[in-house]
Nanobody
Framework: QGQLVESGGGLVQAGESLRLSCLASGDIFRVNAMGWYRQAPGKQRDFVARITSDGRANYADSVKDRFTISRDNAENSVYLQMNSLKPEDTADYYC???????????????WGQGTQVTVSS
């Protein structure tokens, strides 16, 4: 049974940058779309960015032009470069991936355990 493991969160000041990483592990036949979501305290989990296996990306309006999602298919990894961070970006960030574990298998959604990002003003 594989998993998604995030890293790269931390505490930064407004205007600074962070880069989140997420690695998919275990038996993998194919990784389809990968993405990032975030959940602030007391709020629902919201979409941040998503990238398809062929590199097409889309973003939430709130992060467009500040965040960049990318992936390394050979490493089964996805990244989120976050620039010009704002206090309202403070949240737990979760990696998501649609993975087929074996030939002929069904695609399943997987979630990481989350990494905390705190932006001080």
């Amino acid at each position: 049974q594989g998993q998604l493991v995030e890293s790269g969160g931390g505490l930064v000041q407004a205007g600074e940058s962070l880069r989140l990483s997420c690695l998919a592990s275990g038996d993998i036949f194919r990784v389809n779309a990968m993405g990032w979501y975030r959940q602030a305290p007391g709020k629902q989990r919201d979409f941040v960015a998503r990238i398809t296996s062929d590199g097409r990306a889309n973003y939430a309006d709130s992060v467009k032009d500040r965040f960049t999602i990318s992936r390394d298919n050979a490493e089964n990894s996805v990244y989120l470069q976050m620039n010009s961070l704002k206090p309202e970006d403070t949240a737990d960030y979760y990696c998501n991936a649609n993975i087929i574990r074996a030939v002929g298998g069904d695609p399943r959604e997987y979630w990481g355990q989350g990494t905390q990002v705190t932006v001080s003003s």
